[in-house]
């Protein structure tokens, strides 16, 4: 896949973007949440779409919000946490209060992908945002730290939509191969796209496994846990 979107890329799918030189310097001491919350999800916002205008992806938006409920489920957290703008300039991107921002032409460039939008819509569900208020001890943290937490951040996210896309019966590898497509070099706060690559493969195929055997020997079970979408252990 060749998709390439130009300019002003603000995403953290997408690994092309960094504000990790203002992270903790010269400022108060606040807590690691804090700290975190605006590296993670305090880069600028991109320009917020209005989607009347653009009924080309009407269908794409209409699939991310009949998904957002279950996958936001799946995180142990509620619809209401989350909600989709259409964006400009942007891939998927999610601030500190749940709004996610998917990009315009992100998504007409993988309109025959549901299992890109969805991947994408998982990855920044499995961010959780609201969850980092939780983390309220002070201490600055360096740029190295801020690193290591944004990689480790990142590889959760990954993790969760390897784990989503299985449960929703989805493929991981168009996934993967917009990862690799997208990947301009390095970044610190991300693996290299081949490394993010096995560990969503990895987590698919966890849950694809359990999954399938579940269906084979749970039937009954089944219907019952995935009506919530749950993916909480059986
Ligand atoms: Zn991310």
Redesign the pocket.
């Known amino acids: 896949m060749s998709t390439r979107i130009e300019g002003g890329i603000s995403t953290?799918?997408n690994p092309n973007t960094t504000n990790l030189s203002s992270a903790g310097q010269n400022r108060e001491v606040q807590s690691v949440g804090q700290q975190v919350q605006q590296v993670?999800f305090g880069k600028p916002k991109p320009i917020v779409l209005d989607p009347a205008k653009y009924p080309q992806v009407a269908e794409q938006l209409k699939l991310l919000r009949k998904y957002k409920k279950k996958i936001a489920n799946m995180a142990d957290d509620n619809e209401q946490d989350y909600d989709i703008a259409l964006a400009q300039s942007t891939i998927a991107m999610i601030d500190a209060h749940g709004t996610i921002y998917m990009g315009l032409e992100f998504l007409m460039a993988n309109k025959d992908h549901p299992e890109i939008i969805l991947g994408a819509l998982a990855?920044?569900i499995?961010?959780q945002p609201k969850r980092w208020k939780e983390y309220k001890q002070e201490h600055l943290l360096s740029k190295e730290d801020m690193e290591l937490i944004c990689r480790h951040?990142?590889t959760r996210?990954?993790i969760f939509a390897g784990t989503a896309l299985a449960e929703l019966g989805l493929s991981c590898e168009p996934m993967i191969e917009f990862l690799q497509a997208i990947e301009e070099g390095p970044h610190p706060e991300y693996f290299p796209a081949e490394t993010r690559g096995e560990i969503i493969r990895e987590a698919h195929q966890n849950r694809y496994y359990r999954q399938k055997n579940r269906r084979k020997i749970f039937p009954e079970f089944d219907r019952m846990t995935s009506i919530k979408g749950h993916l909480g252990e059986f």
Request: glycine share 10%.
């Open positions: 953290r799918l993670l990855h920044e499995g961010h951040e990142e996210a990954d």
